[in-house]
């Protein structure tokens, strides 16, 4: 079977792939390769993907229409779609927001009208983010919430993925699962992230700035735990009930929120090193406490995380001296 994966070069795109050849499926793999973050990054990544025969890689902007369909047709064997190319970043929406909407809201419209099209497609599967939960302080989040008062322009766009992607079902029974991902971190991981700037700056002796004087708490989600969950999801189709869409949204998380202070500990401890602490206040966009309710998707995939943070976090350490020292 074909797979189409956006944003292949990606974080969780580039691991994603990974784990589809290594189910024996056939990969189509696209990404911009934009410079939000260090491109030779991105491209390391993608090297790996491409010593696999069975990984095809396209360069494509999803947002050009005209350029991501010329190419995808030429592939018609694509059963399922992995969406989660998209420009990331909650701080980076507040000085760019124009990258958001092309991004987030034309790029997805323009997958989701691929999709539409698409004969035999049997399944989309598309990322949102627990940013879409805003300042809401009934914990843990559950995707019951109401979630219509963002605190971000990116978290604005996610939100507003799901919801096109519920109309997209509705109307053309289009089978989707949106997932949103609780704060991911691990191996191949994003520069922009606390996890991957902590780690650097540590190493250097530079300061590290906590916000919101540090109290801040975090449901993080090791890479392998989201793989898993986005696997045991593809394969599961969602199929239309009784005046309901084949539509589904969940939550995929670690089921714990962790301190933002026991989380900087823990890269102390497995670098032998004290981090210099610089305490600011809370920034705009940002949330105090995120804590993902996963009842959900246990009940209906099986689905457990399995990699606590002190565990998940010295993974990620490892690689990031065995990179760097590259």
């Known amino acids: 079977m074909t797979v189409l994966v956006t944003g292949a070069a990606g974080f969780i795109g580039m691991h994603v792939s990974q784990a589809l050849l290594a ?9 911009n ?17 491409e010593a696999d025969e069975r990984f095809r890689f396209l360069k494509i902007d999803i947002a050009d229409r005209d350029d991501l369909v010329a190419a995808l047709n030429k592939i018609p064997d694509i059963k399922k779609v992995v969406h ?10 507040i000085t760019h927001p124009f990258n ?22 049997e399944h989309l599967v598309f990322a949102s983010s627990s940013s879409v939960y805003g300042q809401n302080t009934d914990l843990p989040y559950s995707t ?5 008062r963002p605190v971000s322009l990116y978290a604005a766009t996610k939100k507003a993925n799901e919801l ?16 949103r991902f609780f704060t991911v971190y691990g ?30 708490k975090r449901d ?48 102390e401890k497995t670098l032998g090193k004290m981090a210099v602490r610089e305490m600011q206040s809370m920034q705009a966009g940002d949330v105090k406490e995120t804590y993902a309710d996963i009842d959900p998707i246990r009940r209906d995939m099986g689905y457990e995380p399995a990699t606590a943070l002190d565990e998940g976090l010295p993974k990620f350490v490892k690689w990031y001296k065995e990179y760097i020292k590259d």
């Open 33 to 49: 390769l934009n410079s939000y973050y260090d491109v030779t990054l991105k491209e390391a990544r993608l090297a790996i993907l």
């Open 84 to 93: 989660l190319a998209a420009q990331a970043g909650v701080r980076y929406s």
């Open 144 to 148: 019951d919430q109401v979630t219509d």
């Open 100 to 121: 958001y909407t092309e991004a987030n809201v034309t790029g997805f419209l323009t997958i989701l009208e691929y999709c539409r099209h698409l004969k035999g497609l």
């Open 187 to 216: 191996p191949w991981g994003r520069p922009d992230m606390a996890y991957w700037s902590f780690t650097e700056k540590i190493l250097k002796g530079e300061a590290i700035q906590l916000f919101n004087q540090g109290d801040m």
């Open 220 to 267: 993080f989600t090791y890479i392998d735990d989201i793989v898993g969950g986005v696997m045991v999801v593809l394969a599961k189709p969602p199929a239309a009930g009784a005046g309901e869409a084949p539509y589904r949204l969940y939550n995929l998380g670690n089921n714990r929120a962790e301190s933002l202070l026991d989380f900087v500990a823990i890269l």
């Open 164 to 179: 096109m992607a519920y109309s997209y079902a509705h109307l053309y029974g289009l089978p989707t699962t949106g997932l």
């Open 23 to 31: 189910a024996g499926e056939t990969v189509i793999g696209i990404d």
